[in-house]
């Protein structure tokens, strides 16, 4: 059995009266693609940000690489924070530099190397996006699956070992779409690059997805394969994994 | 409304107003607090962040010249056009350059400055950051191993702290001569003779006073451009409502800090 390099146990979070999780419980193991599904608004995304420590839980533990992140110092979040990096729904480049600039920032933060080898890294990074040559434009001058590239390309560049995608095809074209799912695949293959990926979009899951796990009644209901999602007993997961028409019949 | 009964308040509905706008402001109070304890402690973590000073130096005070020049060359030729007038019945207009020195240097020329300077740059800062945040970007700072205080706050506490007295001098300065040129033609006196009566009356501690109050005058406009930027929620909506809220919020502090600044320095300096 692989080795599990992020453990949720118990995991509880509210925001004011509105209870999010109230048992968060979910293995990672290290090399795998493991999908998050659920409905709108049931704090998929929430998961990732506990997990980097954006959000602080009320409740349970998270463990990373055998660091409890709810107990860590401010040094210890920023080395764990070089070992998991994460792309953005909207990328959320940095709207003031140019490409070439926010791809360096983790870089400088982590004192990655000199100017002349940051550059060379920016550069590879670019190539490996299959976007070279664009370092000088700005976030503005960017598409959205532009912008999603860049923005992986910021995530991957500091060399992490986990990679957390939130939504990384919401919004874009069918090209686009099959593009960002084979740089996820080509990331796991060439890299051993291990992803935590939380999407609506049931061909991004079957595409890249080793493991999924759903989010429903504020706490992980299913974890396991596609194939096994599909025959589950659950009937909201075997509709939502059929295309949502389970969603649809308990709204009608 | 409801709280009006017959015309009168009663104390219970007061209580019901007041102690939550007493809560609300301990709230505010103790979360910039808070900011300000985390952004000096940044200031003393190397690397010293000088770049990104620089460019809030450049953008809040460089870019905030013009509009204090004008302001301040208004504010100086109005007073001087109130108090020539004002004066004249008493046969005091030969004064008007030492209070128009005096009001400028120690009151006009700093609170005008900031007043002004606060609603320029406190809503930048909060527009900016605010958009910054709704977008997931003050987010991404973290993700990417640095820290939004360092990023975004403490340069733009320690740019404004220093840009709003260099503004406030240059105010100083083109207000006093504004109002010596208007004194010269309202009450027929030589440029000379003003330009000497107001060096006479302008002393160092009135310089002090209105130069230090500037200080924190700065300091609040960053603050609170920054603090709002952080707490925006709510999309683009949010980040008009936190916007507004900034320039409301900076305008009430700068007036209400001006007014205790001004008692603590007369003890001070008398």
Redesign the interface.
């Known amino acids: 059995m692989a080795e599990t390099i992020i453990q949720f146990q118990g995991v509880k979070k509210a925001f004011g009266d509105k209870i999010v999780y109230e048992d968060l419980s979910l293995d990672v193991h290290k090399g795998e693609t493991l999908t998050i599904i659920g409905g709108s608004g049931v704090g998929k995304s929430v998961c990732l940000k506990l997990l980097i420590g954006l959000l602080q839980a009320d409740g349970g533990t998270i463990r990373a690489f055998g660091q409890e992140v709810q107990t860590s110092n401010e040094a210890g979040m920023i080395m764990l924070r070089k070992r998991i990096s994460m792309l953005f729904q909207g990328a959320a480049l940095f709207d003031s530099m140019s490409v070439a600039d926010n791809i360096k920032y983790p870089l400088v933060e982590h004192k990655w190397g000199t100017t002349g080898e940051m550059d060379k890294r920016v550069a590879e990074v670019l190539d490996l996006v299959d976007m070279p040559g664009i370092e000088t434009l700005r976030p503005a001058e960017l598409s959205g699956g532009m912008k999603k590239r860049v923005g992986l390309a910021r995530a991957i560049a500091i060399q992490p070992e986990v990679i957390l995608y939130d939504e990384p095809t919401t919004g874009l074209d069918p090209i686009n779409v099959r593009r960002i799912n084979g740089l996820i695949l080509s990331l796991q293959d060439r890299l051993g690059i291990t992803s935590l990926v939380v999407t609506h979009d049931m061909d991004t899951v079957f595409t890249i997805t080793n493991r999924l796990a759903l989010v429903h009644e504020k706490r992980i209901a299913f974890v396991g394969t596609p194939d096994e999602a599909k025959s589950h007993e659950l009937r909201f997961l075997r509709e939502f994994v059929q295309g949502g028409r389970g969603t649809l019949d308990e709204d009608l | 409304m409801e709280h009006l009964r017959g015309g009168r308040l009663r104390l219970q509905d007061a209580g019901e107003i007041v102690l939550p706008a007493l809560a609300m402001l301990t709230r505010c109070i103790g979360e910039n607090a808070v900011l300000t304890g985390k952004a000096v402690r940044e200031m003393f973590r190397p690397p010293f962040e000088w770049r990104l000073i620089m460019v809030q130096i450049e953008q809040g005070g460089i870019h905030s010249l013009s509009i204090t020049i004008l302001t301040a060359a208004f504010t100086g030729m109005v007073l001087a056009m109130q108090f020539a007038i004002g004066l004249e019945p008493f046969g005091a207009s030969m004064y008007t350059g030492k209070l128009v020195a005096l009001g400028i240097v120690r009151e006009l020329g700093p609170v005008l400055t900031a007043l002004l300077v606060g609603g320029r740059v406190g809503a930048g800062f909060t527009a900016e950051i605010g958009?910054?945040n709704v977008?997931?970007?003050v987010?991404?700072i973290?993700?990417?191993?640095?820290?939004p205080v360092r990023k975004l706050v403490l340069p733009r506490l320690v740019a404004m702290t220093l840009a709003l007295p260099l503004l406030t001098i240059v105010a100083d300065l083109v207000g006093c001569f504004g109002g010596a040129v208007i004194t010269m033609y309202e009450v027929d006196v030589t440029f000379t003779f003003v330009f000497q009566q107001m060096t006479e009356t302008i002393e160092i501690p009135d310089l002090v006073h209105g130069i230090m109050k500037s200080v924190f005058f700065g300091y609040f406009i960053a603050l609170i451009g920054c603090w709002n930027g952080l707490r925006t929620q709510g999309g683009t909506e949010g980040v008009g409502v936190a916007t507004t809220r900034t320039v409301v919020y900076t305008s009430v502090t700068i007036l209400t800090a001006d007014f205790l600044l001004t008692r603590l320095f007369l003890a001070i300096y008398g």
Not at chain 2, 142 to 147: E, F, N, P, V
């Open positions: 958009s910054m977008t997931e970007q987010d991404a973290r993700a990417l191993g640095a820290d």
